[in-house]
């Protein structure tokens, strides 16, 4: 007579207990949302509205740098002043054909800067914030004194 759990059943309890106490993964970088958020609250973030025509050659430069900006945000950690830049018309297709050829010969990188800046905890928590989605981010500029301007195909929230 067994008095006992049988050896299936301590499997199935140690396999249980693992799965009950294991700790999901965090894939944002190195932050949880409550170190991301109080990370963001002290630095200084701005949004202005602008349109395409007028920010065309910082959004052209920005996406001809786009895989430098992919290192950096895959690395940053400290954002000095945080600037979102939104661009409505260019969520209208009425983007200047200079931007259009620049994100179509940067497509992919665009792609790979939008999966990084979702694996930054910090940029992906202020930009979720404002209610702006990743698709619409066009181009990260990041300046030697750690002030970043995100440029976004979208309308500015009210």
């Excluded at 509205?49 to 690395?75: F, H, L, N, Y």
């Excluded at 600037?83 to 200079?98: H, K, M, N, R, T």
């Amino acid at each position: 007579m067994t008095i006992g759990p049988t050896a299936p059943q301590r499997i199935t309890a140690l396999a249980c207990l693992a799965l009950i106490t294991a700790t999901p993964p965090n894939f944002a970088q190195g932050l949880d949302s409550e170190q991301a958020i109080d990370t963001i609250i002290g630095s200084e973030v701005e949004e202005q509205q602008s349109s395409a025509g007028e920010e065309a050659r910082k959004v052209v430069a920005a996406i001809e740098k786009t895989q430098d900006a992919i290192a950096t945000v895959r690395k940053i950690s400290n954002v000095g002043k945080l600037e979102i830049v939104y661009l409505p018309d260019a969520a209208q297709g009425s983007a200047p054909p200079a931007i259009r050829e620049a994100i179509a010969r940067h497509e992919a990188d665009i792609d790979e800067l939008r999966q990084e800046i979702e694996g930054n905890a910090m940029l992906f928590h202020a930009i979720d914030s404002r209610s702006l989605l990743i698709r619409d981010v066009l181009a990260v500029d990041v300046a030697a004194n750690d002030a970043v301007v995100i440029y976004a195909a979208a309308q500015k929230p009210d």
